[in-house]
């Protein structure tokens, strides 16, 4: 049996994200938007569920990966209001899998600050609105 090596626990969602690379210390936009979900969620980080890893020639995994001044920015829309979460975030793993007739890709995401309580719930209350 495997070890459990997450540092704080998961929480399951199916919330809706876009998700943008930045460069340079956020001094630029790599790429995006692309739509997804956040499957599941903690403190420390989360699993995206991404129809789409590809823009053009830049694979947000990858590229993301090699270059140490990109990071993934998280954007949590309320579609009840105009209240919005963005959450910096590094890629952590990266896999393919098939869902219904569909390739889609996971990625596993370590959060650059990580969230508090109050960003859970906050998250939380939002994926009751979803």
């Known amino acids: 049996m495997a070890a459990e090596l997450r540092r704080s626990s998961r929480y399951n969602d199916f919330l809706p994200i876009t998700l943008f690379v930045d460069g340079d210390n956020h001094q630029q936009k790599l790429a995006g938007p692309l739509s997804g979900r956040i499957v599941n969620i903690s ?24 270059d140490t001044s990109s990071s993934l920015q998280i954007k949590i829309q309320n579609p009840e209001d105009s209240e919005t979460m963005k959450i910096a975030a590094r890629p952590v793993w990266f896999n393919s899998m098939k869902l219904d007739d569909m390739k889609v890709f996971r990625i596993g995401v370590d959060f650059i600050d990580s969230l508090g309580r109050n960003d859970l719930r906050k998250i939380d209350k939002l994926s009751k609105n979803v």
């Open 43 to 66: 403190n420390h980080g989360a699993c995206l569920l991404m129809p789409h890893v590809m823009i053009d020639n830049f694979h947000i995994f990858h590229s993301t990966r090699e």
